[in-house]
């Protein structure tokens, strides 16, 4: 097994132990040393490199885990953790868990699902040619019959080559995209705006309701695998999360 360089190492003398493990690795996830869903360093080659107890290597990996940075297999070893593994904690939650948590009823309306050119600005951030075509999908998703978002997504075909089989009424483009892709990072905006008139009318909105609109673009290790238009009522609509240092 090849370890990063880690520069920053030479200053953690004053970490405990299992903190400079935990460093260590932490800072070769971030900087992409192990791409989701490859084999980190087994305990054996940390106990060696570090010089400590494999019970000190055990807690790092152990605290690594409950961060949702790393898988653990019994048997085959450490892994690193799918991007989406990560983020339901840090960001935004698919939309259909996070209606049901709250005990209610996700439905959705499919407005259009097709392959399509898009157009020269989606095509770019998508890393696709002029000519070449991509997935379009636009949803409704409502809570308790309410219409709580309309969704505008672009994804590259080479990423989920399947993705328009797809039920959407059963199963949302987010959930798809989770069990089909290997998703490495993301980038998203968040701004309040007006709803273009398409938007008002699959809504059910004015034209100058105040709407929350959140950008989000996915990419794997490779290329771009979408980008999506999230558009809420400010209304029916508010951003929750926790924080727990």
């Known amino acids: 097994m090849v370890f990063p360089d880690d520069?920053?190492?030479?200053?953690?003398?004053?970490?405990?132990?299992?903190?400079?493990?935990?460093?260590?690795?932490?800072?070769?996830?971030?900087?992409?040393?192990?791409?989701?869903?490859?084999q980190m360093p087994s305990e054996s080659e940390l106990v060696g490199r570090f010089g400590v107890s494999r019970m000190t290597v055990n807690?790092?990996?152990?605290?690594?885990?409950?961060?949702g940075l790393v898988e653990r297999v019994q048997g085959l070893g450490t892994f690193a953790a799918r991007l989406h593994r990560v983020s339901a904690t840090l960001t935004v939650r698919d939309l259909h868990e996070e209606i049901v948590a709250r005990g209610h009823r996700h439905a959705t309306e499919v407005v259009l699902s097709r392959r399509q050119r898009p157009p020269v600005a989606i095509a770019a951030q998508l890393g696709l040619?002029?000519?070449?075509?991509?997935?379009?999908?636009?949803?409704?998703h409502l809570e308790d019959g309410i219409r709580l978002q309309c969704e505008d997504r672009w994804v590259n075909p080479a990423e989920s080559p399947h993705y328009l089989d797809a039920d959407?009424?059963?199963?949302?483009?987010?959930?798809?995209?989770?069990?089909?892709?290997?998703?490495?990072?993301?980038?998203?905006?968040?701004?309040?705006s007006r709803?273009?008139?398409?938007?008002?009318?699959?809504?059910?909105?004015?034209?100058?309701?105040?709407?929350?609109?959140?950008?989000?673009?996915?990419?794997?290790?490779h290329r771009p695998i979408t980008v999506a238009r999230l558009v809420h009522p400010g209304s029916r609509y508010q951003l929750q999360g926790e924080f727990q240092p």
């Open 59 to 67: 807690r790092a990996i152990k605290e690594l885990q409950s961060e």
């Open 129 to 140: 040619g002029a000519r070449e075509p991509a997935f379009h999908s636009l949803l409704v």
């Open 7 to 38: 520069p920053a190492l030479a200053d953690a003398g004053a970490l405990a132990p299992y903190a400079r493990v935990k460093a260590h690795l932490k800072q070769g996830l971030a900087a992409g040393h192990w791409a989701p869903g490859t």
């Open 168 to 192: 959407f009424t059963r199963v949302t483009p987010t959930q798809v995209l989770f069990e089909t892709t290997a998703l490495w990072r993301a980038q998203y905006t968040i701004e309040s």
């Open 195 to 221: 709803p273009t008139a398409q938007e008002a009318l699959l809504l059910r909105v004015g034209a100058d309701e105040p709407c929350l609109v959140v950008h989000r673009r996915t990419h794997s290790i």
